[in-house]
Nanobody, 114 residues
Framework: VEVVESGGGLVQAGGSLTLSCKVKGRSFSNNDMGWFRQAPGKDRDFVAISRVGGVRDYHDSVKGRFTISRDNAKNTVYLQMNNLKPEDTAVYYC?????????WGRGTQVTVSS
């Protein structure tokens, strides 16, 4: 299984970015997929999750600004990020779980300038 993120970059505060995460090697249509982030000097934190059945959960700090979605046919999960803030600056990691195993991508850098 390979998890590959894309879509990070540099954006001004108030701007938008969309991250993509494609999982290769196995179908995850019946499994949860989500996003975490890690800012410099901090722990990796939960951002959003797309659960089987359509339930979506978000960290309080991104509610109303970020939207997680998925395309099961493409084995891909997305993170639409609007109204970005400097405190959103971090490496964003895609996560997928299946059969008790956790799969992570290498991360994509998001930098928000003030």
């Amino acid at each position: 299984v390979e998890v590959v993120e894309s879509g990070g970059g540099l954006v001004q505060a108030g701007g938008s970015l969309t991250l993509s995460c494609k999982v290769k090697g196995r179908s995850f249509s019946n499994n949860d997929m989500g996003w975490f982030r890690q800012a410099p000097g901090k722990d990796r934190d939960f951002v959003a999750i797309s659960r089987v059945g359509g339930v979506r959960d978000y960290h309080d700090s991104v509610k109303g600004r970020f939207t997680i979605s998925r395309d099961n046919a493409k084995n891909t999960v997305y993170l639409q990020m609007n109204n970005l803030k400097p405190e959103d600056t971090a490496v964003y990691y895609c996560h997928a779980a299946q059969f008790g195993l956790n799969y992570w991508g290498r991360g994509t850098q998001v930098t928000v300038s003030s």
